[in-house]
């Protein structure tokens, strides 16, 4: 069964840090690229970080650029992203995400998410 379970989410002060982790299971087909969104109420769901996991490469959306990292374990099958410097407007639910085929900014394109886990960035 394929799966990609979040965690790392909470509530943390403004300007301080989180690491989210995002494991993926049960893909017997390989996927090429997994990503971070964020959706905060009333928003569209937008794009964090996403990483190609044939080369490596990495990109970044506009929402976290510079604030936010991402990477990744094969041998853990998991994908971190670590986010600084967090602001109240970064408060959102944040979904991993996988597609067959290259980095993408849009969120319809991916073909599996997870469940997503909630980030509250309040003093």
């Known amino acids: 069964q394929r799966q990609l379970v979040e965690s790392g989410g909470g509530l943390v002060q403004p300007g301080g840090s989180l690491t989210l982790s995002c494991l993926v299971s049960g893909f017997t087909v390989d996927f090429n690229s997994v990503a971070w969104f964020r959706q905060a109420p009333g928003k569209a769901r937008e794009l964090v970080s996403c990483i190609t996991t044939s080369d490596g490469k990495t990109n970044y959306g506009d929402s976290m650029k510079g604030r936010s990292t991402i990477s990744r374990d094969d041998a853990k099958s998991t994908v971190y992203l670590q986010i600084n410097s967090l602001k109240p407007e970064d408060t959102a639910v944040y979904y991993c995400?996988?597609?067959?085929?290259?980095?993408?900014?849009?969120?319809?394109?991916?073909?599996?998410w997870g469940q997503g886990t909630q980030v509250t960035v309040s003093s």
């Open positions: 995400a996988t597609r067959r085929l290259m980095c993408s900014l849009y969120a319809y394109l991916f073909d599996y």
